[in-house]
């Protein structure tokens, strides 16, 4: 089979055949042929009406067992991807409270500046770990992870030596550390030992900002804590490491370099978004915007996950190509709706706080669900194979937040530029969700 033909042959036939019993449904083989040159005018070429009824000729002859042990596969590979951003959803928030709850007495600004290091090094890490893992080079690819990684950890240290904040190593320390420890650790370990030191370091928090229910003898423990647990994590991954790439000479992936710029690229837009809201809303107020920020990270990976059961159930029940793309593509936009509405209550939750006077709160929820709408955005289009496409959302979502620089955040009319912009992305991402999820090769 070749792009733009399709050989009415007895090999060809069986090559066809077999491209339908790899697939778990009807669906999937539709999406295949598609992506290898099958046009709608190839199937009617052939006596078809759509790709999808020839599909559905091909599937017909493979026998039924070979098309139930291949659904059954798959099934067992959404329940292991659900455990897995599951997992990976606990171990970030966990990774962000220890961060976050040892702060040291800084400017808002340098504190601001410690988060997004910390973000661009785990970007970074995971990118490098997951390009050459995607290409069927683990080995590679974690090599490349270990050299990032040490890297930004080297140039970490000397800034923070520079700056005098060594609060910085903990962001960093768990940034590099997270990306390897959760592809390579064990993943039940890394909970228990994540909400463990996540819990510890909260209460001690707490204790140090004089709450009364938190015992005092907490108070100088979270900070110290924090420091031990990063020092471990980041030798953890360090011997992992080791272990996964000994034995053979690591090789350079092609592309990898690229894919590590694009991926930091994507993250300085979204960085640089986060911090003209920053400087737009006020150091004090974006404490929520940080809130939404993660949040939205955290819901979208297994909410991602979800998309892609769900687009396995409707394959294996829907006999309409139309009607089932429009349900998968609909789910998606419902995802983004859902994370919209839970970053907007959270947001609502924080500010309702009565010893906190807040005047500018319409236009603080609207930069929370406009940040929000920048995560899914990028996330959907990472998850379906598009990186240049998170970053060019990324860089477009950036260049509509620099308007509302112009507007006072705490006068009407910065409200509603503000609220403008979050309408504008938000549309966006959901336009995202529809055409991205819809689309076959998003299968």
Do not use: K
């Amino acid at each position: 089979m070749s792009a733009g033909t399709v050989a009415p042959t007895p090999g060809g036939r069986a090559a066809l055949q077999q491209v339908a019993a790899s697939g778990t449904d009807i669906y999937e083989v539709t999406a295949r042929l598609e992506s290898s040159g099958v046009s709608r005018g190839v199937a009617a070429a052939h006596g078809y009406e759509s790709v999808f009824d020839f599909a559905h000729t091909i599937t017909e002859q493979v026998p039924a067992e070979e098309m139930q042990a291949s659904r059954q596969r798959h099934s067992g590979r959404n329940r292991v991807s659900l455990r897995a951003s599951l997992i990976r959803m606990v171990v970030m928030l966990c990774g962000v409270i220890l961060c976050a709850t040892s702060l040291p007495q800084a400017s808002e600004m340098a504190v601001f500046l410690m988060a997004a290091s910390g973000w661009i090094v785990g970007q970074a890490v995971s990118a490098s770990a997951w390009y050459a893992w995607g290409a069927g080079r683990r080995r590679d690819g974690m090599a490349a992870a270990g050299v990032v990684g040490l890297v930004l950890l080297v140039v970490s240290a000397i800034a923070a030596a520079v700056s005098g904040l060594p609060g910085l190593l903990v962001w960093v320390g768990v940034g590099a550390a997270t990306p390897i420890l959760l592809l390579l650790a064990n993943g039940a370990v890394l909970v228990v030992a994540g909400v463990a030191t996540a819990a510890i370091c909260g209460i001690s928090w707490f204790a140090r900002n004089h709450y009364a229910w938190a015992p005092s003898a907490l108070a100088p423990v979270g900070i110290p804590l924090a420091y031990a647990i990063t020092a471990v994590a980041v030798l953890v991954a360090a011997v992992l490491l080791v272990r996964e790439v000994r034995g053979a000479r690591p090789r350079y992936v092609r592309g990898g370099a690229r894919a590590l710029i694009v991926a930091l690229l994507q993250v300085l837009f979204q960085l640089v978004v986060l911090l003209q809201i920053f400087l737009g809303v006020g150091a004090s107020e974006f404490g929520a915007v940080a809130l939404a920020v993660m949040a939205a990270g955290a819901l979208t990976d297994p909410l991602l996950t979800v998309q892609a059961m769900w687009t396995h159930r409707v394959s294996q029940r829907s006999d309409s190509w139309r009607r089932g793309r429009f349900q998968i593509g609909l789910l998606g936009v419902v995802i983004v709706v859902i994370v919209l509405v839970i970053t907007a209550a959270a947001v609502l939750i924080v500010l309702s706080d009565p010893y906190r006077i807040t005047l500018n709160e319409p236009a603080i929820v609207a930069a929370a669900v406009l940040c929000s709408a920048v995560i899914c955005g990028t996330n959907i289009l990472l998850r379906t194979g598009s990186r240049l496409s998170a970053m060019l959302f990324a860089a477009l979502a950036e260049l509509l937040v620099a308007i509302t620089l112009f507007f006072p955040a705490d006068e009407p009319s910065g409200f509603y530029a503000m609220a403008a912009m979050a309408a504008l992305i938000s549309l966006l991402a959901l336009l995202v969700a529809a055409a991205r999820f819809g689309h076959p090769t998003a299968w």
